[in-house]
């Protein structure tokens, strides 16, 4: 089981990602116009420079919802293999049953 600080520090990267993405979105768009003057370009270069770097989405980890493992993560369930597993064998997913061949 993660550390509650863990999971935290993830719940607060995703709310600063999503609190500066318009933001993020615009400077991109001004430094990857070319028919931009120089100045302007490098001007939004730094005004990007002055942003906090968890509002960058690579920064953010996908945890499981109830552990807050890291690995093994099933975006589409929002689970890590371990869990997903316990709760797939509860009957608690529907549709998912256990394989056999």
Partial sequence: MAKLALKNREAKRAKTVAKY???RAELLAIINNSKLSDEERM??????????????PVRQRNRCELTGRPRGFFRKFG????KLREVAMRGEVPGM????W
């Fill in 21 to 23: 993405a318009a933001k």
């Fill in 97 to 100: 049953i256990k394989a056999s």
């Fill in 43 to 56: 001007e939004a270069r730094l005004k990007f420079q002055q942003l906090p770097r968890n509002a960058s």
């Fill in 79 to 82: 689970l890590c293999r371990n």
